[in-house]
């Protein structure tokens, strides 16, 4: 649009200056009006105006054209001064900002200079903080204690449950962001088994048949066994992976690789406390075996699992906010004296098992526990 704009001011004003310049001998008059509202009309209006000799015509045009960028930088400055949310978060009515995407992590350099972190490993001991960025792969691998330090570090903070729900459901009020009924791969609630991809030897030992299994059903896997339903009765979900999400061949996982929208990238940070990552911590009720097996960072890096930020357009709703069921749980505050911390919205395997969509909530970890699963966001107060 401002292109647009821009372009008409510049014909507008070397067809002005062409009507006072004196006619060529011979030149024929143009008989289309569009061609002076349209770029190829104005330059061709300009080369007939440099022709005559009309050389304020040109000038006066640049004139024009910078006094129109000084105009639309002035007011791209204001517009920026008056939203009341930072870049790449929405308003949700006024009351607090939320990220649009899910949280990625920079991570402080000894040279005082920023650099992506690699969203397939844990922050343990690294100074991050959490930026909201579409195209890139969203951080998992992270708890609720560093969710927290990461959005502190950016002068956000870890949104409240009753914050995201809010801003999941829409100003509709629907169980999904995109509506009342679960459409399949809307989000991305249809991906790739990570665990089987990288583990597919220890799938196939719990599914054989045991003493007291019975023959044809598998024991829950890792993932599901870390992140056991809400309430006795269990919704059954088929995941049949998304083809049009499948990679080409069956490689169980990618060579490590940053996200391709963020690799080598530097930038100077703004002003702000260094924020080391705390140290995460087993749950005793998890098998130290199966602890390590979901936080193998080969987990974060199966094509066809995670998506990049903004990859399902529809996983939206009318505040702008996208991909917030589906893809990775998301962490939101909690009280630090319970036993236990929450994760909403699902992941790439499963939006329905703990609730649906907006409705989904995990609550059986420790706020310093976290898996290749386990991602956020961050919130923010509206100014």
């Known amino acids: 649009m401002r292109r647009r704009l821009l372009a008409c001011s510049v014909a507008l004003a070397v067809a002005a200056a062409c009507a006072s310049s004196p006619a060529r001998p011979g030149a024929e008059p143009r008989t289309d009006p569009g061609d002076a509202a349209s770029p190829d009309g104005a330059a061709a209006l300009a080369a007939d105006a440099a022709d005559d000799g009309g050389a304020g015509a040109n000038s006066d045009g640049e004139a024009v054209a910078e006094g129109a960028d000084a105009a639309e930088g002035d007011a791209a400055e204001a517009a920026d001064a008056s939203a009341p949310c930072p870049t790449n978060m929405v308003s949700i009515e006024g009351r607090f900002c939320i990220d649009v995407y899910e949280a990625s992590l920079v991570e402080m350099l000894p040279d005082g200079t920023e650099a992506p972190y690699p969203h397939y490993l844990a922050v343990d001991g690294h100074d991050v903080r959490a930026v909201s960025e579409p195209h890139v792969f ?207 919205g699902g992941y790439y395997l499963d939006t329905t098992i703990n609730g649906d969509g907006c409705s989904y909530a995990t609550r059986a970890h420790a706020h310093e526990y976290h898996d290749y699963s386990t991602g956020f966001r961050c919130c923010a107060a509206a100014e």
């Open 138 to 344: 969203p951080q998992g691998f992270i708890s609720e204690v560093q969710a927290q330090d990461a959005c502190a570090a950016s002068g956000k903070r870890l949104c409240r449950y009753d914050e995201w729900k809010t801003a999941c459901m829409g100003p509709s009020r629907t169980a999904f962001p995109y509506g009342d009924s679960r459409q399949p791969g809307s989000c991305n609630d249809l991906g790739k088994s990570a665990v089987l991809a990288v583990f597919p030897a220890a799938f196939a030992a719990a599914a054989a048949p045991g003493p007291r299994q019975q023959p044809g059903r598998a024991t829950p896997h890792a993932a599901r066994a870390a992140h056991p339903p809400q309430s006795a009765k269990k919704k059954t979900v088929q995941h049949t992976g998304n083809p049009a999400r499948r990679p080409a061949a069956a490689a169980a996982a990618r060579p490590p690789a940053r996200s391709p929208a963020r690799a080598g990238a530097k930038t100077a940070p703004p002003p702000r406390r260094r924020v080391v990552g705390k140290p995460s911590v087993r749950p005793s009720q998890i098998d130290p075996a199966v602890w390590t097996r979901l936080n193998d960072p080969r987990l974060g890096q199966v094509s066809g699992a995670l998506a990049l930020t903004g990859d399902y357009p529809a996983c939206t709703n009318d505040y702008g906010v996208v991909d917030i069921v589906g893809n990775l749980h998301e962490w939101v505050s909690s009280d630090p004296a319970a036993p236990h911390g929450t994760f909403a």
